[in-house]
């Protein structure tokens, strides 16, 4: 079990030691303060807040969810999506 934990734990710092590369190589001002471990999401809600439009949970720090995802919970044109990075991934759709 514990060489488990360590593992997962060894994991996580060199996927957070690999984004801090990527981020010194386009000079992008950054520190590492806080919870490095802590994702994000996206939640959009209809007005009133009683329907959810879009779910999203990230699950790596890499993550983020798809323009078009985002523009058809909203109920516009996915015409107006630019191209896409391969690393976004689809979120739950309500």
């Known amino acids: 079990m514990l060489n488990y934990l360590l593992i997962k734990l060894e994991t996580k710092l060199l996927r957070l030691f690999k984004f801090c590369l990527k ?6 001002k950054f520190d590492l303060k ?11 809600v209809k007005k009133g807040g ?3 439009l879009l779910s999203y ?3 790596n720090v890499a993550e ?8 058809k919970a909203l109920g516009l044109s996915e015409d107006a999506a630019q191209q ?6 689809e979120p739950t759709i309500k």
């Open 34 to 44: 806080g919870d490095g471990f802590q994702n994000g999401g996206l939640l959009i």
């Open 64 to 71: 983020h969810v798809k323009n078009s995802a985002v523009l």
């Open 50 to 52: 009683q329907e959810v």
């Open 57 to 59: 949970r990230q699950v």
């Open 84 to 89: 896409e990075p391969d690393n976004q991934t």
């Open 23 to 28: 981020g010194r190589a386009g000079k992008v």
